[in-house]
Structure formats: C-alpha cells, structure tokens
C-alpha cells in the first residue's frame, strides 16, 4: 500500500498540464499587449488620415482666392473622410491667413487681395502669404487606460502653407 508521503512526492514531481497552467498565467497578458499593439496601430492610421487631409487642402488652398473659400475647402474635405474607424468625427479647425514680413507679428486679413496683403515690408521684399490649416480627432482608444492617458488622445495635423 501507498504511503502518504510516497503519493505527494509523486504528485509533486507530475508534469501533465504544467503547460496549460502556464498558458492560463500567459494568456492574459499576451492578449493585453495584442489590444494596446492594434490600439497604436489605429492611433497611427489615424493620425497619418489627418496628415493626409491636411496635405491634401494645402495643395488645394494655394489657389484659393478668399479666407472663406480656403475654410470653406477644409471643412468640405474634412466632412468627406467621415468618422474615425472609431466612430468619433474629424474636425477642421479654423483657417488662419497671416501676411507677414519677417521679424513681423501676425497681421490676419480676411481677402488675400486686401491691402495688408500686398505691401512691401521694411527691406523691400513682398510682404509673405502664409495659411495655417489644422484638423485634429479625439481619438478613443480601444482599452481604458486610466491613470496612463487621458480617456481620449488629442490627435492634430497642422501645416503652414507659404501661398507667397
């Protein structure tokens, strides 16, 4: 007859489902960094969406004759990306047009044709034509990661575009 002790050694010395029980300490883990791996992933599809539009209405903003046909451009192109993959919508943020000389603080006009816009600055050069263009997403990722981040990620895309 089999000794108590002679039964625990036995048992203790058993191999048969160690792999199971460490698959199950695994698992979790494995299946957390899977979650923030597709998590980032999404986060940088999104963000290379909002380079892609915001390079896309400055190629079209250049020809642009008002500050309102250039907003008017952004929003339109913005609106056409629809949601995010997460159903949270792009935003367009306002156009800004600065003429500005260098060394100069920001003089926004409302028509390129307006005057602040065609002057010649202090060394002679012609004053600059830039367009500030941004869109930007609060993207929700898909964990919770209270305490790490904030519950949304602030994604932007900002391009400033020399016209002249």
Do not use: H
Not at 72 to 95: C, H, K, R, W
């Amino acid at each position: 007859m089999a000794t108590t002790q002679g039964i625990a050694s036995k048992w203790l010395r058993a191999e048969k489902g160690v792999a199971a029980v460490e698959f199950a300490i695994m698992a979790p883990l494995l299946v957390l960094l899977l979650a923030l791996i597709v998590d980032a992933g999404i986060a940088i599809y999104e963000k290379q969406r909002l380079q892609q539009i915001t390079r896309e209405v400055a190629a079209v903003i250049m020809r642009a004759s008002t500050l309102d046909e250039a907003q008017a451009i952004m929003d339109y192109s913005v609106e056409q990306m629809g949601n995010s993959l997460g159903g949270t919508p792009f935003v367009a943020e306002p156009v800004v047009l600065k003429c500005l000389c260098p060394g100069e603080v920001s003089v926004p006009s409302n028509v390129i044709g307006g005057t602040e816009c065609y002057r010649t600055c202090a060394d002679g050069v012609p004053v600059g034509i830039n367009f500030e263009i941004s869109a930007s997403l609060n993207y929700q990722p898909i964990l919770p990661y209270n305490g790490i981040f904030d519950s949304d990620l602030l994604l932007t895309s900002f391009l400033n575009v020399l016209v002249r």
